[in-house]
């Protein structure tokens, strides 16, 4: 792998900068674009069968600095 295969561009107002009040959780459906929704709001949607993927990884706060060598 490549460090330019890293580098991404995001929107500034796409990355968290503190705590969101209410949690929020990606819901893709089986048929149709992936959204964001509550965790109630997933809870209501699920059914017999389905299965909810969690992951549990953290966002470090810290900056890291790298240099190509």
Do not use: C, Y
């Amino acid at each position: 792998m490549k460090a330019n295969e890293l580098s991404f561009d995001f929107p500034e107002s796409l990355i968290a900068t503190e705590p969101q009040s209410i949690s929020r959780v990606l819901h893709v459906p089986f048929r149709g674009a992936p959204t964001e929704i509550t965790l109630p709001r997933l809870l209501d949607l699920m059914s017999g069968g389905d299965v909810l993927v969690v992951n549990s990884t953290k966002v470090l706060k810290k900056a890291d600095f790298w240099t190509p060598a």
